[in-house]
């Protein structure tokens, strides 16, 4: 059974930063995919990041730049920092793992609100 739980969320200020994490249950080479979408109310999930099992990671416009994922293999850990966030990034972020048999996995959620 795989879990993953995020942490890191939180009340920033426009221009601030944060850095999310998801704890993985399993080694993280277990999963051909992993990474961060995000939801806002009323809003379609969206893909914030990607990273594969030999490093290549990916992102789209909206964040590229701004976002970098990145992970401690050691640790089954993947990281989520959030640069010069706007009001527009606020959203539950959560981390997802595919696994080998292209099911997707969800962490709970963690909240990141970016007002002033």
């Known amino acids: 059974q795989v879990q993953l739980v995020e942490s890191g969320g939180g009340l920033v200020q426009p221009g601030e930063s944060l850095r999310l994490s998801c704890a993985a249950s399993?080694?993280?080479?277990?999963?051909?995919?992993m990474g961060w979408y995000r939801q806002s109310p009323q809003k379609q999930r969206v893909l914030v990041s990607t990273i594969s099992p030999d490093g290549t990671t990916s992102y789209p416009l909206s964040v590229k730049g701004r976002f970098t994922v990145s992970r401690d293999n050691a640790k089954n850990l993947v990281y989520l920092q959030m640069n010069s966030l706007t009001p527009e990034d606020t959203a539950v972020y959560y981390c997802y793992a595919m696994t080998r048999d292209f099911s997707m996995h969800w962490g709970q959620g963690t909240q990141v609100t970016v007002s002033s």
């Open positions: 399993t080694s993280i080479f277990d999963f051909i995919a």
